[in-house]
């Protein structure tokens, strides 16, 4: 039994992510829905309602899809909670848990530390780790039509966010400038225990694509 404004946005985020990118489609929220479910049981604290809402709306109007505007996702599941009817208080908590959920977003991230601002950010974060994240990100790579591998484009710092989002890097760069250092950012005891095992296996993959990457370099060479 689900609550009925459960429904209503299930129903809603469907119909805003129809056509989305592979990464972030409704398959992609229906995860992040689960497992902030999850560690909320595992944690035993945090609201059900705020943590389920936040989760469902985090990615309805992506900056990266969007022009880069960093509030209209925020903005737009404000409006659709409150002409729902939920109470104010809560509406506004889950407006900046998505504000602030995202990675670039959250560089000074003393905004908001919520139990369940951090439950959304650790399930949100898991799913671009391990099997499924690396799908993820060789699925955005394609979709911007960028290199898979090219060891003429060194892995760099970004200073600001924007730089980091106009960078065309090859695919198995981002592994390293991003998903490798998330496993380090996981909030919640529970987040942390599933990031090692993802963590672990994104290294196995990077270790024999390197190596195929060098087969002739390496062990065949002369
Ligand atoms: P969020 O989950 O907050 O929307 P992002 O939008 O940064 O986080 O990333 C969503 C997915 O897209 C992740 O799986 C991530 O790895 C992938 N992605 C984002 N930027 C890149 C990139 N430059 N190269 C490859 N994948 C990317
Ligand atoms: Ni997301």
Request: proline share 4%.
């Given at each position: 039994?689900?609550?009925?404004?459960?429904?209503?946005?299930?129903?809603?985020?469907?119909?805003?992510?129809?056509?989305?990118?592979?990464?972030?489609?409704?398959?992609h929220?229906?995860?992040?829905?689960?497992?902030?479910?999850?560690?909320?049981?595992?944690?035993?604290?945090?609201?059900r309602?705020?943590?389920d809402?936040?989760?469902?709306?985090?990615?309805?109007?992506?900056?990266?899809?969007?022009d880069?505007?960093?509030?209209?996702?925020?903005?737009?599941?404000?409006?659709?909670?409150?002409?729902?009817?939920?109470?104010l208080?809560?509406?506004?908590?889950?407006?900046?848990?998505?504000?602030?959920?995202?990675?670039?977003?959250?560089?000074?991230?003393?905004?908001?530390?919520s139990?369940?601002?951090?439950?959304?950010?650790?399930?949100?974060?898991?799913?671009?780790?391990?099997?499924?994240?690396?799908?993820?990100?060789?699925?955005?790579?394609?979709?911007?039509?960028?290199?898979?591998?090219?060891?003429?484009?060194?892995?760099?710092?970004?200073?600001?966010?924007?730089?980091?989002?106009?960078?065309?890097?090859?695919?198995?760069?981002?592994?390293?400038?991003?998903l490798?250092?998330?496993?380090?950012?996981?909030?919640?005891?529970?987040?942390?225990?599933?990031?090692r095992?993802?963590?672990a296996?994104?290294?196995?993959?990077?270790?024999?694509?390197?190596?195929?990457?060098?087969?002739?370099?390496?062990?065949?060479?002369?």
């Open positions: 039994m689900s609550d009925p404004i459960i429904e209503k946005t299930v129903d809603f985020v469907r119909q805003q992510l129809a056509g989305a990118e592979g990464g972030h489609d409704w398959s929220i229906e995860r992040v829905w689960k497992m902030a479910g999850f560690i909320r049981e595992q944690e035993g604290q945090g609201d309602m705020t943590i809402l936040a989760a469902l709306l985090h990615d309805i109007a992506d900056p990266k899809f969007n880069g505007d960093e509030e209209k996702g925020a903005a737009l599941a404000f409006d659709f909670l409150t002409g729902n009817g939920l109470d208080d809560r509406a506004g908590h889950i407006r900046s848990i998505i504000r602030y959920v995202s990675y670039r977003g959250g560089l000074p991230q003393d905004h908001i530390q139990i369940e601002f951090q439950i959304v950010q650790d399930a949100d974060r898991l799913d671009a780790m391990g099997a499924i994240g690396i799908a993820r990100a060789f699925n955005y790579g394609g979709h911007k039509n960028r290199p898979i591998y090219d060891p003429g484009v060194p892995v760099r710092e970004y200073a600001d966010p924007s730089a980091y989002h106009a960078s065309a890097a090859p695919t198995i760069n981002h592994f390293h400038e991003k490798l250092r998330l496993k380090a950012l996981m909030n919640t005891e529970t987040g942390k225990k599933i990031a095992e993802r963590h296996f994104m290294l196995q993959f990077l270790e024999q694509f390197h190596r195929e990457a060098d087969f002739f370099r390496r062990e065949n060479s002369g």
